[in-house]
C-alpha cells in the first residue's frame, strides 16, 4: 500500500494552524507537521496532536441513540421531528461547525418559523464577538504576518496558553529589532508574560479599564472618561507613570498589534474586545486581532447574525458555555459531557476532517477542508438538516456572500461604554502562582551560574 | 559530524508540545525528562546522548549502550527497571516510569531519522526553541551571539 499525505488545518483555536495526514487506503495512520504551511510551519501545539483522534477515537459515537440505546437513524430522525415541530424548540450550533452547517442551521430555523438559535462556544468568547459589532470607523483587522512585523505588540491575556503557536510571531517582535516593544495586560505571570518588556500587572479582571486609561492618555479628551488618570491607575492598582508608558510606547511604535484573547477570568469581554479596536485607530498603523477558543467562532456567529436577526439570548449564560462544550465535543462523541446534559436523541456527527466545509479564522481568512477520511458512520449536519425539513440551500456561493457580509455593526457612544468600564469592580485574587524560567530548581540555577562564571 | 537537539531557554514558552509529540510518537508515553519549575513551567530536559554515557557504565544488564552512530540507545527487551541509570545522569534526563517499570530515554526519533527528517520535537516546537544542529555549528554562533548566553545544553555540549 503507498502512503499518501493530505493536508488539513486543525481547528482547536482559530488560529488554523496546518497539519498532515499520512493515509494508507481509506486509512488514516499518522499525523505529520506541515512545514510548507505559513500560518505555523509545521509547528503544533499539544492540542493539535489530539487531532488524529476525531478520526479513530475507539470510543467515538456510531449509531444514533434514544435515551442512550442504538436506534437506526430512521427512527432516530423521526424522533427529532417530532420534538422540533412540537412547541418551542432551541437550536445551538456548535462553535466548531463548517459554515455550510451552520448555514444550514439558520435555514431550518427559518423554515421552522422561529428564532430560537444561538451559537454555543465558550460564554467569553461569544461576549466578545458582541464587541465586534460596536461601530468603529477605520478598524483594521491584523494579519498573522502583521504580528510577526509590528514593532509593539499589545497583548490582553493569556495568549501563548490558548495559541502557543504564536510564540514564533512574538519572539520575531521580541528579537527582532532594538527598542521593540512587547506589553502584557494581565494579572498573572503566564507564559505570555515571560516575553513581556512591560508587564501590567493589573487587579483581576479589571483589564477593561486599564484599557479604558490607555485610551483617555491617547484620546487626550478628559470629558469622555468621567474618572482621572490616576483615580483608574489606583483602581487598576498600577502605578499612573506605568499606565503612561505603556500608552506612549504604543503609539510611539512605527507599526503596532493588539492581540486580544478573551477568557473567563476577564470581566466585560465585549468592551475589551471594543477598546482593542477604538485603540487601533488612535495611532498610525495599529491593528488588532482576537483568537478565539474555538476555530469557526466568528464564521458560525456572522452566518446566524446576517440569517436570523435580532434572536433572544439564552436564558441561562451558565447553560449556554455548558451545552457549547457538550456540542463542541461532538466529535469524539465524549458521551460523559453529553449524558451530563441528560440528551434524548443523540445523533453521531461527521467531523470536519471526514466532511467538506469552510471555516472563517481569526483573521479573517477562509479556510476551505477537504475530506481526509471516510465517515466512521455519522453524517453531516448538513445532511440531517436535509432529512428533517425540505431545504432549499444554495451553493458554496451562498455561504459566502453571508460570510462576506460580515458581522453587522451598530453604532454606539464612546463616552458611555467608557463610563461602563468605571463600574467595573476588580475580582478575587487570582490563585494561580508564579512562573519563572529559573524558580527554585537547582539544577537548572546550577547550570546557569556556571556558564555565566566560566563562560 | 552529529546533531543533537538544543534548547533555547529565551525563546521556549512552556507549552509542552515537544512532549505532547514525543508522547505521540512513541505509544503515548513521552520520552523527554522535564524540568519542573512550576505549576505550568516545565522546560523540557533532552537527552544529551554524552559521549561516556554515565547511564550506560551504571547499568547492571547492559541495556543502555552507546550505538555506532553516536547515540545513547536503551533496549527494551534488556531493561529491568533498575533505576540505575536514573540515579546515574549527572543532567537528571532519565525520570522513571514508575508504573510500567521502565525508563524512558530519548532514541532521537529512530524512525524519523532514518528517512532523514528531524525529531517530532524540534518539528512540533511552538516557539523556535528546539533546533536540531550540528554540535560545533551551534558553539560557534553561541560565541558570536550574546542572547544565546542561556543556551543550556549547547555549554554542555562544548565542555563534553
Known amino acids: 500500500m503507498v502512503k499518501t499525505l493530505k493536508r488539513s488545518a486543525c481547528l482547536f483555536c482559530s488560529l488554523g494552524c496546518g497539519l498532515m495526514f499520512r493515509t494508507q487506503g481509506a486509512e488514516v495512520v499518522a499525523l505529520d507537521y506541515d512545514k510548507e ?65 451552520a448555514y444550514c442551521a439558520a435555514k431550518l430555523a427559518q423554515s421552522l418559523g422561529h428564532k430560537n438559535i444561538w451559537a454555543a462556544g465558550a460564554a467569553a468568547d461569544l461576549e466578545a464577538y458582541q464587541g465586534l459589532k460596536y461601530e468603529v470607523p477605520g478598524a483594521k483587522t491584523a494579519t498573522l504576518e502583521d504580528i510577526g512585523n509590528a514593532e509593539c505588540l499589545l497583548i490582553i491575556g493569556d495568549i501563548l496558553t490558548r495559541s502557543p503557536v504564536l510564540s514564533k510571531r512574538i519572539n520575531r517582535v521580541k528579537y527582532g529589532k532594538r527598542g521593540n516593544r512587547i506589553i502584557v495586560i494581565d494579572p498573572d505571570t503566564t507564559h505570555t508574560s515571560w516575553f513581556a518588556t512591560e508587564h501590567l500587572r493589573i487587579r483581576p479582571g479589571m483589564e477593561a479599564l486599564a484599557l479604558a486609561g490607555l485610551l483617555k492618555v491617547l484620546l487626550n479628551d478628559k470629558e469622555k472618561l468621567h ?229 | 559530524m552529529v546533531s543533537r537537539v538544543y534548547l ?42 554524552c559521549e561516556q554515557p554515565a547511564c550506560a557504565a551504571a547499568c547492571p544488564n547492559e541495556a543502555m549502550q552507546k550505538q555506532a552512530d553516536q547515540t545513547v540507545q536503551r533496549s527494551h527487551f534488556k531493561c529491568v527497571g533498575c533505576l540505575s541509570c536514573t540515579v546515574a545522569c549527572p543532567f537528571g534526563v532519565i525520570q522513571p516510569d514508575l508504573s510500567k517499570h521502565i525508563t524512558p530515554k530519548c532514541d532521537l526519533c529512530l524512525d524519523r531519522m532514518s528517512k532523514g527528517e528531524i525529531p517530532r520535537c524540534v518539528s512540533a516546537c511552538t516557539s523556535g526553541a528546539l533546533s536540531f544542529a550540528e554540535v560545533d555549528e551551534q558553539v560557534a554562533d553561541e560565541k558570536k551571539n550574546l542572547a544565546s548566553v542561556r543556551i543550556l545544553s549547547n555549554f554542555i555540549g562544548r565542555r563534553r
Open chain 1, 37 to 101: 504551511n505559513p500560518v505555523n510551519n509545521g509547528s503544533l501545539c499539544p492540542r493539535g496532536h489530539y487531532n488524529i483522534e476525531l478520526i479513530n477515537h475507539p470510543q467515538r459515537l456510531v449509531h444514533p441513540q434514544i435515551k442512550q440505546k442504538p436506534v437506526s437513524w430512521d427512527e432516530a430522525l423521526l424522533e427529532v421531528k417530532r420534538g422540533l415541530t412540537s412547541g418551542e424548540a432551541q437550536i445551538a450550533v456548535s462553535c466548531l461547525m463548517s459554515n455550510e452547517d
Open chain 1, 227 to 455: 474618572l482621572s488618570l490616576d483615580t483608574v491607575a489606583e483602581k487598576v492598582g498600577l502605578p499612573t507613570e506605568k499606565l503612561l508608558q505603556a500608552a506612549n510606547s504604543f503609539s510611539a511604535a512605527a507599526s503596532g498589534c493588539i492581540i486580544f484573547a478573551p477568557g473567563a477570568d476577564k470581566k466585560r469581554n465585549d468592551l475589551i474586545q471594543y477598546f482593542t479596536r477604538v485603540l487601533s485607530t488612535t495611532s498610525v498603523n495599529k491593528k488588532s486581532i482576537t483568537f478565539y477558543s474555538y476555530g469557526n467562532c466568528l464564521g458560525v456567529n456572522i452566518i446566524l447574525d446576517q440569517m436570523i436577526g435580532d434572536r433572544p439570548t439564552p436564558a441561562h449564560p451558565a447553560e449556554n458555555s455548558r451545552l457549547g462544550n457538550a456540542a463542541a465535543d461532538y466529535f469524539t462523541s465524549d458521551s460523559t459531557e453529553l449524558v451530563e446534559v441528560s440528551a434524548d436523541v443523540l445523533l453521531p456527527l461527521a467531523s470536519h476532517l471526514e466532511d467538506k466545509g469552510s471555516f472563517m479564522l481569526a483573521d479573517g481568512r477562509i479556510e476551505s477542508l477537504d475530506p481526509i477520511a471516510p465517515r466512521v458512520g455519522g453524517k453531516s449536519f448538513r445532511e440531517i438538516c436535509l432529512a428533517l425539513t425540505d431545504l432549499k440551500v444554495g451553493g458554496e456561493n451562498e455561504v459566502l456572500d453571508v460570510i462576506n457580509r460580515g458581522v453587522p455593526q451598530k453604532k454606539v457612544d464612546l463616552a458611555e461604554l467608557l463610563n461602563q468600564a468605571r463600574l467595573i469592580e476588580p475580582l478575587a485574587a487570582s490563585p494561580r502562582e508564579e512562573i519563572t524560567h529559573f524558580g527554585d530548581n537547582q539544577l537548572v540555577k546550577n547550570f546557569f551560574w556556571y556558564r555565566v562564571n566560566n563562560g
Open chain 2, 8 to 49: 533555547n531557554l529565551d525563546l521556549c514558552c512552556g507549552c509542552r508540545s515537544c512532549a505532547a509529540a514525543c508522547a505521540y510518537g512513541h505509544h503515548l508515553q513521552s520520552l523527554l525528562g522535564h524540568n519542573k519549575l512550576g505549576p505550568t513551567a516545565e522546560p523540557p530536559l533532552h537527552c544529551l546522548h
